[in-house]
């Protein structure tokens, strides 16, 4: 809603994405999927500001993919799916603002997983164009 404006506010809403982005709600994860389509919408609005909180956002987007695919608990195969697809998207969106930067970052993470799941997100990012 604030467009912009949003940018008066981003260090708040960071600590407030990240927050949220570490803590599981649930089987249903309501307050994660909002929080990403919220970061989404933020990075959308205020691209110039994000190349600088890149290290910071791209550390929690990896480690949620990690946490979305190692967790046992009783969330549904649909929302784990619906997590993975919007955070890989946020990662595509500050790819896209930071001029390539976290495709370069994410090339040591690809070569290193071993993990089908983990390293499918991380295909999607460095093919996207």
Known sequence: RLGILVVRHLKRLERVILGYLEVSDGPEEEARLGILETLQCTIEHAWPRMPCRLPVLLKALLRLIWDVHTDLGPT??????????????????????????????????????????????????????
Do not use: M
């Not at 495709?103 to 983990?118: A, D, F, I, Q, T």
């Open 76 to 129: 549904p195969e649909p929302v784990r799916a619906a997590l993975l697809q919007r955070a890989t998207q946020c990662l595509i969106l500050l790819d896209h603002c930071s001029r390539g930067q976290v495709k370069v970052l994410l090339e040591g993470v690809y070569s290193s997983c071993e993990e089908n799941r983990v390293r499918e997100c991380i295909r999607k990012v460095q093919e996207s164009t």
